[in-house]
């Protein structure tokens, strides 16, 4: 299937050059998916607040860094998607585009952004080819206490390039993504600390992934373990109590 998304995009292009695929056309290409991924502009949703490099880095050697999802260095080799459940990489960029970005149209492999963004992956590699490890938490359950000070580099790490500072909020995505912890409590104040805490782990575990609301990604166990998670609720001050 990624064989194919691939052959479709490059016949469109050459196509489309009317001179075969030049060098030239090829990097015009791989810029213009470099600026998408970089960019909101995969989604027409004026209530879109992310771009791929929101979840995603493109070198597996990046700064560090805990994103909700992989790097994506060698993505048009993978076998899968999201664990299994996707087959094809344009389904899986169909999927975020759907879950998180608001889009409701699907991108087709004669789309102009999907040429380009196929170009752009492409040009990453090589990379990893193997399906990245992806295991959903599917029964939130609480979690032991954890470590604040290690919960606040946590924080730095996996959680400040959306929601921006801690009580702050300085830096997010947008006016939408909740500062944390106040807003996210102040949205869910009729329920009790111990419950609140659980939303949050539900949150981080599943965002939006398994019908949870807002459009927050999902942190399987491979990024974020359940004693990172216990750290970063401690750091937030969601005890339970």
Same mark, same amino acid.
């Given at each position: %299937?990624?064989?194919?998304?691939?052959?479709? $995009?490059?016949?469109?292009?050459?196509?489309?050059?009317?001179?075969? $695929?030049?060098?030239?056309?090829?990097?015009?290409?791989?810029?213009? &998916?470099?600026?998408?991924?970089?960019?909101?502009?995969?989604?027409?949703?004026?209530?879109?607040?992310?771009?791929?490099?929101?979840?995603?880095?493109?070198?597996?050697?990046?700064?560090?860094?805990?994103?909700?999802?992989? +790097?994506?260095?060698?993505?048009?080799?993978?076998?899968?998607?999201?664990?299994?459940?996707?087959?094809?990489?344009?389904?899986?960029?169909?999927? $975020?585009?759907?879950?998180? %970005?608001?889009?409701?149209?699907?991108?087709?492999?004669?789309?102009?952004?999907?040429?380009?963004?196929?170009?752009?992956?492409?040009?990453?590699? +090589? &990379?990893?080819?193997?399906?990245?490890?992806?295991?959903?938490?599917?029964?939130?359950?609480?979690?032991?206490?954890?470590?604040?000070?290690?919960?606040?580099?946590?924080?730095?790490?996996? $959680?400040?390039?959306?929601?921006?500072? %801690?009580?702050?909020?300085?830096?997010?995505?947008?006016?939408?993504?909740?500062?944390? +912890?106040?807003?996210?409590?102040?949205?869910?104040?009729?329920?009790?600390? /111990?419950?609140?805490?659980?939303?949050?782990?539900?949150?981080?575990?599943?965002? /939006?992934?398994? &019908?949870?609301?807002?459009? %927050? +990604?999902?942190?399987?166990?491979?990024?974020?373990?359940?004693?990172?998670?216990?750290?970063?609720?401690?750091?937030?001050?969601?005890?339970?109590?």
């Amino acid at each position: %299937m990624n064989r194919l998304f691939a052959s479709l $995009c490059l016949a469109s292009l050459c196509f489309e050059t009317l001179s075969g $695929c030049s060098s030239g056309a090829r990097q015009s290409a791989v810029d213009a &998916g470099r600026a998408l991924f970089d960019s909101k502009a995969l989604s027409p949703s004026h209530l879109n607040a992310y771009a791929c490099a929101s979840c995603h880095d493109a070198d597996p050697l990046s700064p560090a860094s805990k994103k909700a999802g992989a +790097p994506l260095a060698g993505v048009t080799l993978r076998p899968q998607f999201w664990g299994g459940q996707v087959a094809d990489l344009l389904g899986a960029v169909n999927a $975020c585009r759907n879950y998180f %970005m608001l889009a409701n149209d699907p991108l087709t492999a004669s789309d102009h952004d999907a040429q380009a963004l196929y170009a752009y992956l492409e040009s990453l590699e +090589p &990379g990893d080819p193997a399906a990245a490890p992806f295991h959903v938490v599917t029964s939130i359950e609480d979690v032991p206490r954890g470590n604040a000070p290690s919960g606040q580099i946590l924080f730095a790490e996996a $959680c400040t390039l959306c929601h921006g500072d %801690m009580h702050h909020g300085s830096g997010r995505l947008g006016d939408a993504v909740p500062i944390l +912890p106040e807003d996210t409590i102040r949205e869910h104040a009729e329920f009790t600390p /111990r419950v609140q805490r659980l939303i949050f782990i539900e949150k981080m575990r599943h965002g /939006r992934f398994l &019908g949870y609301g807002g459009v %927050m +990604p999902p942190f399987s166990s491979d990024v974020l373990s359940d004693p990172d998670v216990s750290d970063l609720l401690e750091a937030l001050g969601m005890l339970g109590e």
